[in-house]
């Protein structure tokens, strides 16, 4: 979260005193509203708002015929959530190494490829933009579908398309951690009719059905899915949210891009697919070793300056996803996707050194968050300190 205020309690009042926030039937049709001006922002045919980047995910990979049988490659470094949309198809996620710009390496990609294999999930962590040239020419003719997972990374863009535009489908998550925030929220955009369809049915199973007008002009048939709905409260939020994502934007790489000059003297900043892309969120540094990485930190710590390293992320590293590296993919056996007769012989040979080069970079990069709000002068008092070190 950044910048939230008067302009956001006041769209909760317009949508709580019309009396109707339920999405559907009139109101304000604030949802539909955000819906309309976030394709519009983001360049794509359709977007679903809903409850999560998790439903998001879920709700993506369903639209593009994920289940039993399927593999999905996600990357070993992203939120365990990921991983866990996965195994909510029934599919199995197959865990890639990530590469120096600590995004999905292309390389590990096809080498983790079968005739299994049914999507793969870049994810633009950090508001790192992800290798989606590479992955494009990987996947092309393969049927192999992309979904980007964005839920850090609204408003970064790649080779001047956004985040989450790019692939067959993106997913974007609105939790109170991200850029712009209605406190929980996500979506998923697509400029596929039949992903769209399906994901509408599946993230609405209830009432997509008995609300409103929904199925008109919507061919798929109707399956059982989830309710992953959100109210008129959620879409005039983030509508104000979406008014101010650009000045967010604009000054996050005000203040990263100044970071990066005044310490490149002395640091090494990690490389990036498209560093104007890049969301801005974030200065990533690297280090020789981790011990260098290590004392770097604490001496900065010690002048009350914050860097963080990557691999004491907890749940963002693959080691850490206790269910899935246990294999315990649902809450009862019959459900649970590892012991599907389909996914028998498929990639689940999970072990704690399988991506030994994603936790060698984590543990030698330290990351400076940056505030979009910090004046210049704030800025070059936290650089100095830095360099002083
Ligand atoms: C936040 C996040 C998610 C999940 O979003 P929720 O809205 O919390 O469900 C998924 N992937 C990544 C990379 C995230 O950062």
């Not at 951690?177 to 929220?185: L, P, R």
């Amino acid at each position: 979260m950044y910048r939230i205020g008067q302009e956001e309690i006041d769209a909760v009042a317009r949508a709580i005193n019309s009396r109707d926030f339920f999405k559907i039937n009139g109101g304000n049709k604030e949802v539909y509203h955000f819906e309309e001006e976030w394709k519009n922002y983001v360049g794509s045919d359709y977007m679903i708002l809903m409850t999560s980047g998790y439903a998001a995910i879920v709700s993506a990979l369903i639209g593009i015929g994920v289940g039993p049988g399927d593999e999905v490659i996600v990357p070993a470094y992203t939120y365990i959530a990921t991983a866990l949309a996965v195994l909510e198809t029934g599919a199995i996620p197959v865990i890639a190494d990530a590469d120096e710009t600590l995004t999905i390496d292309p390389e590990d990609v096809k080498r983790k490829i079968t005739k299994h294999t049914k999507a793969i999930i870049p994810v633009h962590i950090q508001g790192f933009p992800s290798n989606m040239d590479a992955l494009k020419e990987i996947t092309n003719g393969t049927g192999i579908k992309i979904i980007e997972d964005a839920c850090q990374s609204a408003g970064g863009t790649y080779k001047g398309r956004f985040l989450g535009s790019i692939g067959d489908a993106g997913t974007f998550s609105f939790n109170y951690f991200k850029v712009i925030t209605s406190g929980e929220g996500g979506a998923v955009v697509t400029n596929d009719r039949t992903v769209y369809e399906r994901s509408l049915i599946y993230h609405d199973a209830g009432a997509v059905a008995f609300f409103g007008d929904q199925l008109n002009g919507i061919s798929e048939p109707l399956f059982g899915g989830r309710e992953y709905r959100v109210s008129d409260i959620t879409g005039a939020i983030l509508r104000e949210q979406l008014k101010k994502l650009p000045g967010i934007r604009a000054d996050l790489k005000k203040n990263q891009f100044f970071f990066i000059d005044k310490l490149s003297s002395r640091f090494t900043k990690a490389p990036s697919n498209d560093m104007e892309g890049d969301l801005g969120t974030t200065v990533a540094l690297r280090f020789g070793s981790e011990k260098e990485t290590r004392d770097f930190a604490q001496k900065c710590a010690e002048k009350g300056i914050g860097f963080t390293i990557p691999f004491d992320t907890g749940k963002h590293v693959y080691t850490n996803w206790t269910q899935i590296m246990e294999k315990r993919g649902a809450f009862h056996p019959a459900m649970d996707p590892y012991k599907f007769s389909e996914n028998q012989g498929l990639q689940m040979n999970y072990t704690h050194d399988m991506c030994k080069k994603t936790l060698d970079l984590l543990s030698r990069t330290a990351y400076l968050l940056v505030n979009p709000d910090w004046t210049e002068e704030t800025c070059t008092n936290i650089a100095n300190t830095i360099l002083s070190i």
